[in-house]
């Protein structure tokens, strides 16, 4: 009897073990890096005395288990933590509400009653169809006035009964196809407003050894499935006004559980038109290889010449590149920017909702106005047009992020840029647009340039004119770069015959004009330089 009563108290003990207790846990706060999140969640559990297992429902599904930390009362002890994603258990609630399972309930009904209203209105129509094609009564000997009127009366008493029914029957129709839209927007209403419940579970052994029933569990962890990226919009109304700086983020996360009335932080820590300003590289000359031709009795092949694109070269005339010719929801409540040693957070003073949906929401980080100086930049042998640079000195203290800007200049879009604060100058140069006022040519003057042939070698002479026009009202700030060819061969002479007054860079054979031109102020500079060569070899990239 005792072993048999012993018996009975462990099975009841253990069956009563085997019941876990199911919880869901509830977003609190999120911290967003470039690559992950971390999560805080919380939960509320009537823990009994004694060991329990828990298991906290709405747990990301992309879970670094490594990361996760629960924090619990002192009175409770936690034995094990496990992540997963399959867990079953008979003691999973229905996920779907009583009220959204109504909804499909109707949604169906309605559906069925539209098709047999449906049904019932095509067999009417073809019924009317057949009734009308057969009014011809009248035979080859002819119809008594009797048989007529009882054919006329038949045809008219049923043709009416056939249009009556045919009448209610469309307007079945339509008040069904009403209110199954009606149904329809209802149900996408509350499956966009319901709550994400993940896959992603925490099976947790806990152990109480105090008196305390409602237990408070904090839950936090690394995920990944979630992002987010610097933004900006300047706006600038003059060139003598400084830079409106709005500091946005873009967040996106898929980590299956939404935020809803979350805590907020954005940390740069790690767990239309191209209006990129062009730059001008080395010029290194190199000796074409000469085509060797192989000859046979059916055809002659010619070995192929290099492609005719600019590549560039380094000292040592190893090809470096080439480079083909070619001319949403907004929070507007500034957040507490935190500088640390490795990286800065953003805090975000208002509690927010991004859905698990993978869309971009856009943030507003903060609002700031910053003192710039403007000035022109061009290069005129990759690109005509002339780029305003606004200039941002000791721009460490706004605590900037890389990433792209819209330009707003003067009222108007005028394209994108990227900002790049990881720089070593100590200006940083952003690229405002491009602006037509300001129009520049660059032109061969073909009476200054030619080939000279001598007894060994040949002379080729260039010149070119750079012309400047100011088509603005106001007096303008003008950088113009250009470049001379250098050598790589110490067969190939280079001299600059005429460097227009410029800043010359001999190592990068750059040349450079500041120039200050007053309004509709025409400017022109020119150029020149002679690459002396053996008159036997070409040089491709000249």
């Not at 298991?55 to 496990?82: A, F, R």
């Not at 007529?148 to 009416?160: N, P």
């Not at 040519?441 to 030619?450: N, Y």
Request: glycine letters at 4%; a neutral charge; one cysteine or more.
């Amino acid at each position: 009897m005792k072993i048999c009563f012993l018996f009975i108290v462990l099975l009841g003990l253990t069956l009563g073990a085997q019941k876990p207790i199911v919880a869901t846990a509830k977003v609190e706060a999120a911290t967003v890096y470039f690559n992950s999140v971390e999560i805080s969640q919380s939960v509320n559990i009537n823990l009994p005395n004694g060991t329990s297992e828990i298991i906290v429902k709405n747990v990301s599904d992309y879970v670094n288990e490594e990361t996760v930390l629960v924090g619990v009362p002192k009175q409770v002890s936690v034995l094990s933590v496990q992540y997963t994603t399959n867990y079953i258990s008979e003691y999973d609630k229905n996920e779907n509400s009583s009220q959204l399972k109504e909804v499909k309930d109707s949604i169906l009904w309605v559906t069925n009653k539209y098709s047999q209203i449906k049904n019932e209105k095509e067999s009417t129509q073809k019924t009317i169809e057949l009734l009308d094609a057969n009014q011809k009564i009248v035979g080859s000997n002819g119809i008594n006035s009797g048989d007529l009127i009882k054919v006329v009366e038949y045809y008219q008493t049923k043709r009416t009964e056939l249009s009556n029914s045919l009448f209610v029957l469309e307007r079945k129709e339509k008040e069904l196809s009403e209110k199954l839209t009606n149904l329809k927007n209802k149900l996408s209403y509350s499956q966009a407003n319901e709550e994400n419940i993940s896959q992603g579970k925490l099976v947790l052994q806990l152990m109480n050894s105090g008196n305390l029933q409602n237990i408070p569990l904090q839950i936090s962890y690394i995920s990944g499935g979630a992002s987010w990226q610097p933004f900006y919009d300047l706006r600038a109304e003059s060139i003598s006004q400084p830079i409106q700086f709005l500091y946005k983020a873009q967040v996106v996360q898929q980590t299956g559980v939404d935020w809803k009335n979350v805590k907020l932080t954005l940390s740069s820590g790690m767990p239309s038109q191209n209006n990129r300003v062009p730059e001008l590289n080395p010029w290194f000359l190199y000796f074409q290889p000469v085509a060797k031709l192989y000859r046979s009795n059916a055809l002659s092949i010619s070995m192929p010449e290099y492609a005719n694109e600019e590549q560039v070269f380094n000292k040592k005339g190893m090809a470096l590149e080439n480079r083909q010719k070619q001319a949403y929801e907004v929070s507007t409540v500034s957040s507490t920017i935190n500088e640390n040693q490795l990286n800065t957070s953003f805090d975000i003073p208002v509690l927010y909702n991004i859905l698990s949906n993978g869309k971009q929401h856009s943030v507003v980080l903060n609002e700031i106005e910053i003192p710039a100086s403007y000035k022109y930049f061009a290069v005129p042998k990759l690109d005509k047009d002339a780029y305003l640079l606004a200039q941002i000195s000791n721009y460490s203290q706004y605590n900037l992020l890389k990433g792209e800007a819209n330009i707003i200049f003067e009222g108007l879009y005028v394209g994108k840029t990227v900002i790049d604060p990881n720089q070593t100058q100590d200006t940083l140069s952003l690229g405002m647009g491009r602006d037509k006022r300001v129009t520049i040519t660059r032109e061969k003057i073909a009476d200054k340039s030619g080939t000279r042939f001598l007894s060994s070698s040949k002379e080729q002479t260039f010149t070119y004119d750079i012309v400047i026009k100011n088509n603005k009202k106001n007096r303008i700030n003008l950088t113009i770069e250009d470049q001379y060819p250098l050598s790589t061969d110490e067969n190939i002479k280079i001299e600059l015959m005429d460097k227009g007054g410029a800043k010359v860079d001999a190592d990068l054979g750059k040349l450079t004009w500041d120039l200050v031109l007053a309004a509709n102020e025409i400017r022109k500079i020119r150029i020149s330089y002679k690459v002396k060569s053996p008159k036997n070899q070409s040089i491709s990239n000249l």
